[in-house]
């Protein structure tokens, strides 16, 4: 008997690829939104870039020159906590401080044992579940544990020794401490009265169907999905490093942390809006970063550009997350050259290889991993014609 083609289910696998995979997902991604506050996001992003100043250039003065990179991670504590009251964001920044000094600290060791770099790549996704894990936990929220990550990534160059692993974790954690104190003297200037739902009460709502703001952790604090959440970001760090490795690319640890960030997504939508936005918004900010350090620019200038950046980063991350990758690629790139000194062509090509294959690798196990309920969502949202 002739057997009649039948369509795949709404909300199979193969009909959730073609979702997230049409044209509409590109427009979502490029929606431009209004953020809760500019004013507090614009004074989230002068903080941060003070406390990168004061203790870079007051490393830069010190015996401890080489560290300024490490001082630079460490302030961006005060990236965390913007819409919270004053007494909160004490603790938030404190605490996103910890997250920020424990990875460098911990990979840091790890790098004094001699391991081979699969190993060290491993151990590297290995933390970053932990990250996200505690990042639920201690309720920060955004931009979450990416941050810690990529702090946790700048541990796995080489350390000469005990001191030298030591020395690392004071900077960072002077930058941490740096970053509390400037929020501590500056947080009045926010406008209180704006504010969002804390992580915990932002777990009842339902997510919203377009999301182009900096990423948050994922919408539920449950310890169930919290680890389930931590071992779906080793995997997909561990996979994305590690293919990077295999290709003989510069920088695997940067594909972890692309994937990572794709990965918070707050829904299947979500996750292919921070794949189209993130490799976009590299793209364009590579080449940026490439034109800076091309002209051979000198530590003052490296850190201006950084400071510049920051606040732009800052500004305009919650109109778009794409216009935030903008800028956010170069901040980076330079700050990395801040503690370790990169070809700029190199550096900027491997960027864009890295983000790309982290946001295929992060889209695609999202979608893999995915539940039935995530993939009726999906078609839903994709039927509203959104």
Same mark, same amino acid.
């Given at each position: 008997?002739? /057997?009649?083609?039948?369509?795949?289910?709404?909300?199979?696998?193969?009909?959730?690829?073609?979702?997230?995979? !049409?044209?509409?997902?590109?427009?979502?991604?490029?929606?431009?939104? /209004?953020?809760?506050?500019?004013?507090?996001?614009?004074?989230?992003?002068?903080?941060?870039?003070?406390?990168?100043?004061?203790?870079?250039?007051?490393?830069?003065?010190?015996?401890?020159?080489?560290?300024?990179?490490?001082?630079?991670?460490?302030?961006?504590?005060?990236?965390?906590?913007?819409?919270?009251?004053?007494?909160?964001?004490?603790?938030?920044?404190?605490?996103?401080?910890?997250?920020?000094?424990?990875?460098? @600290?911990?990979?840091?060791?790890?790098?004094?044992?001699?391991?081979?770099?699969?190993?060290?790549?491993?151990?590297?996704?290995?933390?970053?579940?932990?990250?996200?894990?505690?990042?639920?936990?201690?309720?920060?929220?955004?931009?979450?544990?990416?941050?810690?990550?990529?702090?946790?990534?700048?541990?796995?160059?080489?350390?000469?020794?005990?001191?030298?692993?030591?020395?690392?974790?004071?900077?960072?954690?002077?930058?941490?401490? @740096?970053?509390?104190?400037?929020?501590?003297?500056?947080?009045?200037?926010?406008?209180?009265?704006?504010?969002?739902?804390?992580?915990?009460?932002?777990?009842?709502?339902?997510? &919203?169907?377009?999301?182009?703001?900096?990423?948050?952790?994922?919408?539920?604090?449950?310890?169930?999905?919290?680890?389930?959440?931590?071992?779906?970001?080793?995997?997909?760090?561990?996979?994305? @490093?590690?293919?990077?490795?295999? @290709?003989?690319?510069?920088?695997?640890?940067?594909?972890?942390?692309?994937?990572?960030?794709?990965?918070?997504?707050?829904?299947?939508?979500?996750?292919?809006?921070?794949?189209?936005?993130?490799?976009?918004?590299?793209?364009?900010?590579? &080449?940026?970063?490439?034109?800076?350090?091309?002209?051979?620019?000198?530590?003052?200038?490296?850190?201006?550009?950084?400071?510049?950046?920051?606040?732009?980063?800052?500004?305009?991350?919650?109109?778009?997350?794409?216009?935030?990758?903008?800028?956010?690629?170069?901040?980076?790139?330079?700050?990395?050259?801040?503690?370790?000194?990169?070809?700029?062509?190199?550096?900027?090509? !491997?960027?864009?290889?890295?983000?790309?294959?982290?946001?295929?690798?992060?889209?695609?196990?999202?979608?893999?991993?995915?539940?039935?309920?995530?993939?009726?969502?999906?078609?839903?949202?994709?039927?509203?014609?959104?």
């Amino acid at each position: 008997m002739h /057997r009649k083609h039948q369509t795949p289910p709404p909300a199979s696998l193969t009909q959730s690829l073609r979702h997230l995979a !049409s044209p509409a997902r590109l427009r979502e991604s490029l929606t431009i939104q /209004r953020p809760p506050s500019v004013r507090n996001a614009t004074i989230a992003g002068i903080q941060v870039a003070l406390a990168v100043l004061a203790v870079a250039a007051g490393l830069h003065y010190s015996p401890w020159e080489h560290l300024a990179g490490f001082g630079g991670l460490g302030a961006l504590a005060a990236l965390f906590g913007r819409f919270a009251p004053i007494a909160r964001r004490r603790y938030v920044v404190l605490t996103a401080g910890a997250l920020l000094v424990m990875p460098v @600290a911990l990979l840091s060791g790890l790098t004094l044992a001699g391991l081979p770099p699969v190993v060290m790549l491993l151990a590297l996704a290995a933390l970053a579940g932990v990250l996200a894990s505690l990042a639920h936990r201690t309720q920060v929220g955004a931009p979450g544990a990416v941050i810690f990550i990529f702090a946790a990534s700048a541990a796995l160059g080489p350390i000469g020794g005990p001191l030298a692993l030591a020395e690392r974790t004071a900077a960072t954690a002077l930058g941490a401490a @740096a970053a509390w104190l400037v929020c501590l003297l500056t947080d009045h200037l926010r406008d209180l009265n704006v504010m969002v739902p804390a992580p915990a009460a932002a777990t009842a709502a339902a997510p &919203a169907p377009v999301s182009t703001a900096a990423p948050t952790a994922p919408p539920a604090i449950s310890p169930g999905y919290a680890t389930l959440y931590s071992l779906r970001v080793s995997l997909c760090a561990a996979l994305a @490093a590690v293919l990077a490795h295999m @290709a003989g690319w510069s920088h695997p640890a940067w594909a972890g942390i692309g994937a990572v960030a794709v990965l918070q997504g707050a829904h299947l939508p979500g996750t292919v809006h921070r794949a189209w936005q993130r490799t976009l918004g590299t793209i364009a900010g590579a &080449a940026i970063a490439w034109v800076i350090l091309s002209l051979s620019p000198s530590f003052w200038t490296l850190l201006l550009a950084v400071v510049v950046l920051q606040v732009l980063t800052e500004v305009v991350i919650g109109f778009n997350y794409a216009l935030g990758q903008v800028f956010v690629t170069p901040m980076a790139l330079l700050m990395t050259t801040l503690a370790s000194h990169g070809e700029a062509a190199e550096m900027a090509i !491997s960027r864009i290889y890295d983000t790309t294959l982290g946001a295929v690798v992060g889209t695609v196990l999202a979608l893999a991993l995915s539940s039935m309920d995530e993939r009726i969502h999906l078609a839903r949202h994709h039927r509203s014609g959104r």
